[in-house]
């Protein structure tokens, strides 16, 4: 089983709500990141969590908050976002093996419209 | 600067054609993913390739990486309109330590029955 998945699978929001976004896998991966990715564009990377710590966050507004409650979730929290973070955000996992590289599975995402 | 080159950018052909989209870089790769996404999908796993000179086959999809580790290319034989969609090529950059993705650009294939 390859599953990550994703709820909500859409969201509308206004710019002073607070919602969050969800992610889950069960095949015991060690790592879980955060896409975003704007139409016709390749997902840019948002954060990374590697044994359930904070590894890189790629200087994303603070409006974006990610949580890894344990190995398996992954929650991205949104406050005050802008109109241009509509995008589809993707969740995905990987195994973190050694140093001969790294196999990522996605979720099915969520699209996300900020009003 | 884009560390991974895609190429073609956007494909278009009929169905029973072959193609082939390649992924070119000036870095060394620890493994090179292709996926293929539906629109408002996630990304779909094709396969990934780690030994530099690997070929790998996906029924009619063959995929290969290059010797030094720094090229792939996947190539499409007798394409169908199943096959539409976009393909995107990603890699993690070998000896960084960076546990992250570098993502190609896309190619965008479009299969006319």
């Known amino acids: 089983d390859t599953e990550v998945t994703q709820t909500p699978k859409h969201l509308v929001m206004g710019m002073t709500n607070k919602k969050s976004l969800k992610c889950e896998q069960h095949?015991?991966?060690?790592?879980m990141y955060w896409y975003k990715q704007k139409a016709k564009k390749p997902p840019e990377l948002m954060f990374v969590?590697?044994?359930?710590?904070?590894?890189i966050n790629e200087s994303v507004p603070s409006r974006f908050s990610p949580e890894c409650p344990n190995s398996s979730l992954l929650n991205l929290h949104l406050h005050a976002l802008q109109p241009e973070d509509s995008a589809l955000y993707l969740c995905?996992?990987?195994?973190?093996?050694?140093?001969?590289?790294?196999?990522?599975?996605f979720g099915p995402g969520t699209r996300l419209t900020v009003l | 600067t884009q560390l991974l080159e895609q190429s073609p950018q956007f494909l278009s052909i009929q169905e029973g054609e072959n193609l082939t989209v390649y992924c070119n870089s000036s870095?060394?790769?620890?493994?090179l993913q292709w996926y293929r996404q539906e629109p408002g999908e996630g990304p779909v796993l094709l396969v990934t390739v780690v030994t530099g000179g690997e070929v790998k086959k996906l029924k009619r999809l063959t995929f290969q990486f290059g010797d030094a580790r720094k090229d792939s290319s996947l190539h499409i034989t007798a394409a169908q309109t199943g096959d539409t969609g976009l393909y995107l090529c990603?890699?993690?950059?070998?000896?960084?330590?960076?546990?992250?993705?570098?993502f190609g650009s896309g190619t965008r294939l479009q299969v006319q029955p």
């Open positions: 095949m015991g991966h060690r790592a």
């Open positions: 995905a996992s990987s195994q973190l093996q050694g140093p001969g590289g790294d196999t990522q599975y």
């Open positions: 990603a890699g993690e950059i070998a000896r960084t330590g960076r546990r992250a993705l570098t």
């Open positions: 969590y590697s044994y359930e710590k904070l590894s």
């Open positions: 870095s060394v790769f620890s493994s």
